[in-house]
């Protein structure tokens, strides 16, 4: 199989050419027709974009220093055309995965290991589901699994401990479970698009009481002579990077205690994406005080960060979910994914649903305990997400 195919590893985004990474990125970006894309798959997911990591790394908030080293491995034809890809890197520490695997650094640390170097295939800093082994179109299973291959001969040329696919697709996961890969399971909470024609239609779907809540939370998130601005696009200038950069920064310091992207990474999507970008920012007596962060796919809508220099009651719902349900309504985008954990989402209309990840451990004891543990954290997670159908917002019936 192996010899019709070349395996090498690219160093940085720069080296792959832009308009062949985005072939096996996003095959299906130009499509009209949600059936000709692959089940669960997105027709484009700007994570996953040239554009989108070109602006990590160009930027710096990827690269050395950062412990996220780029090392993504590409799977080539005898002419040097892409035919697969997975964006990699080679990680020092566990920071910014949202996938957490502290314990089995611990553990292995303490069985005189060494847990770092790991092979993170991932979009850093990001919780959101995506292709990760991007696989151009009619290029078969076969390219898929040369760069299975590929990453595991990287995992032992550059002594690694394990390989960490992280928010794959369903069908990605299933196949790489397939290739002897440890399955894990987590759980976000998504808006679900049923087809709702504005956001007081969405409302009718709910309990009543939680109607009420919402529309509450809505008119008190505007008191005190706060405004809401939707900007997409060109309407986005630097200013409005300055000030959302500031809310991000003294978020992400409080969270984080060291925020992961820099000022100039907002600039290079700001360059890079603008069509894909929706920036809502909250302003109050003449100067903005708050704002959030999504990105556009062509099937979702990505809610990313949030800041404030203001505290205020519900304006974090409102910037946050409220908006976001809105925008997908008003564009027929199937679904916003507000990011990582959140119990409060479930009250706003927001469900539980399953992520996935992947896990190759070299050390086979190590292996084994993983793979126990996991099968009972998959268990646990069914149990959760069966809980919160229960207790969703949704009228009964």
């Given at each position: 199989?192996?010899?019709?195919?070349?395996?090498?590893?690219?160093?940085?985004?720069?080296?792959?050419?832009?308009?062949?990474?985005?072939?096996?990125?996003?095959?299906?970006?130009?499509?009209?027709?949600?059936?000709?894309?692959?089940?669960?798959?997105?027709?484009?997911?700007?994570?996953?974009?040239?554009?989108?990591?070109?602006?990590?790394?160009?930027?710096?908030?990827?690269?050395?220093?950062?412990?996220?080293?780029?090392?993504?491995?590409?799977?080539?034809?005898?002419?040097?055309?892409?035919?697969?890809?997975?964006?990699?890197?080679?990680?020092?520490?566990?920071?910014?995965?949202?996938?957490?695997?502290?314990?089995?650094?611990?553990?292995?640390?303490?069985?005189?290991?060494?847990?770092?170097?790991?092979?993170?295939?991932?979009?850093?800093?990001?919780?959101?589901?995506?292709?990760?082994?991007?696989?151009?179109?009619?290029?078969?299973?076969?390219?898929?699994?040369?760069?299975?291959?590929?990453?595991?001969?990287?995992?032992?040329?550059?002594?690694?401990?394990?390989?960490?696919?992280?928010?794959?697709?369903?069908?990605?996961?299933?196949?790489?479970?397939?290739?002897?890969?440890?399955?894990?399971?987590?759980?976000?909470?998504?808006?679900?698009?049923?087809?709702?024609?504005?956001?007081?239609?969405?409302?009718?779907?709910?309990?009543?009481?939680?109607?009420?809540?919402i529309r509450r939370e809505r008119k008190d998130s505007l008191a005190d002579g706060i405004t809401i601005e939707t900007l997409?696009?060109?309407?986005?200038?630097?200013?409005?990077?300055?000030?959302?950069?500031?809310?991000?920064?003294?978020?992400?310091?409080?969270?984080?205690?060291?925020?992961?992207?820099?000022?100039?990474?907002?600039?290079?999507?700001?360059?890079?994406?603008?069509?894909?970008?929706?920036?809502?920012?909250?302003?109050?007596?003449?100067?903005?005080?708050?704002?959030?962060?999504?990105?556009?796919?062509?099937?979702?809508?990505?809610?990313?960060?949030?800041?404030?220099?203001?505290?205020?009651?519900?304006?974090?719902?409102?910037?946050?979910?409220?908006?976001?349900?809105?925008?997908?309504?008003?564009?027929?985008?199937?679904?916003?994914?507000?990011?990582?954990?959140?119990?409060?989402?479930?009250?706003?209309?927001?469900?539980?649903?399953?992520?996935?990840?992947?896990?190759?451990?070299?050390?086979?004891?190590?292996?084994?305990?993983?793979?126990?543990?996991?099968?009972?954290?998959?268990?646990?997670?069914?149990?959760?997400?069966?809980?919160?159908?229960?207790?969703?917002?949704?009228?009964?019936?």
């Amino acid at each position: 199989m192996t010899s019709q195919f070349k395996i090498r590893i690219a160093p940085t985004i720069r080296e792959i050419d832009a308009r062949q990474w985005d072939a096996c990125a996003n095959p299906d970006a130009d499509s009209l027709n949600q059936a000709e894309a692959e089940p669960q798959e997105e027709r484009f997911n700007p994570f996953i974009s040239h554009a989108f990591l070109a602006a990590l790394e160009e930027s710096g908030s990827v690269g050395r220093g950062s412990g996220w080293l780029p090392a993504h491995v590409l799977v080539e034809d005898s002419a040097g055309r892409l035919l697969a890809a997975a964006p990699t890197y080679l990680k020092s520490h566990s920071m910014g995965e949202y996938v957490f695997d502290h314990a089995w650094a611990d553990a292995y640390e303490r069985a005189g290991l060494d847990y770092y170097p790991k092979l993170q295939v991932a979009v850093p800093f990001t919780p959101a589901t995506g292709r990760r082994l991007l696989v151009a179109r009619g290029a078969g299973d076969e390219a898929q699994a040369a760069l299975i291959l590929g990453l595991r001969k990287w995992r032992e040329q550059a002594q690694a401990s394990s390989i960490h696919i992280t928010f794959p697709t369903k069908a990605e996961w299933l196949a790489l479970g397939e290739a002897g890969f440890l399955l894990r399971t987590g759980q976000q909470f998504h808006f679900v698009n049923r087809g709702y024609e504005s956001f007081e239609n969405f409302l009718s779907d709910l309990a009543s009481r939680k109607r009420k809540m919402i529309r509450r939370e809505r008119k008190d998130s505007l008191a005190d002579g706060i405004t809401i601005e939707t900007l997409t696009g060109t309407d986005i200038g630097e200013a409005h990077w300055d000030a959302f950069f500031k809310f991000y920064t003294d978020t992400g310091a409080r969270k984080w205690g060291h925020p992961y992207l820099n000022r100039r990474f907002f600039s290079e999507i700001g360059n890079r994406l603008s069509p894909h970008i929706l920036l809502v920012l909250a302003k109050r007596g003449g100067r903005y005080i708050a704002g959030a962060l999504n990105l556009i796919g062509r099937d979702a809508l990505y809610g990313r960060y949030w800041g404030a220099i203001e505290e205020h009651p519900f304006l974090h719902f409102e910037a946050c979910y409220y908006q976001a349900i809105d925008y997908a309504i008003a564009h027929k985008l199937k679904r916003v994914e507000a990011g990582a954990q959140g119990e409060h989402k479930l009250a706003r209309g927001y469900t539980a649903v399953t992520t996935y990840s992947a896990h190759d451990i070299a050390d086979p004891r190590f292996a084994t305990a993983i793979d126990d543990y996991l099968t009972r954290e998959r268990l646990a997670i069914d149990e959760q997400i069966a809980e919160y159908a229960d207790l969703g917002p949704f009228k009964k019936g």
